[in-house]
Nanobody, 127 residues
């Protein structure tokens, strides 16, 4: 199992940028696909971006393509989400997730793919 802690959320104006980080502990993350999800009030938790264990493959929700970039540093046991050109619709709690049940798995886009979750970090984009 992997323990995850997100940081970097906050309040930003539309068009601005934020960088979220997720620090892992408990075991190495270098074997596992990881992802970022978000949940707005009254809505389901949805996929934002995912990255393969090696970092060689990345995937994005259509709504964030070209604006968000996911990356990872397995040596430092961290993944990051660089968010640019933020919009009010990006307002949500952002969660980091890991699929520690399977090594070298494909990157999933559903919440059921991931078994380890952080506590979330709030991102608020004002118009």
């Amino acid at each position: 199992q992997v323990q995850l802690v997100e940081s970097g959320g906050g309040l930003v104006q539309a068009g601005g940028s934020l960088r979220l980080s997720c620090a892992a502990s408990g075991q190495t993350i270098g074997y596992y696909a990881m992802g970022w999800f978000r949940q707005a009030p009254g809505k389901e938790r949805t996929f934002v971006a995912g990255i393969s264990a090696s970092g060689g493959s990345t995937y994005y929700a259509d709504s964030v393509k070209g604006r968000f970039t996911i990356s990872r540093d397995n040596g430092k046991k961290t993944i990051s989400l660089q968010m640019n050109s933020l919009k009010p619709d990006d307002t949500a709690v952002y969660y980091c997730a890991a699929n520690s049940r399977a090594r070298w798995s494909i990157v999933g886009v559903t919440t059921s793919t991931y078994n380890d979750w952080g506590q979330g970090t709030q991102v608020t984009v004002s118009s």
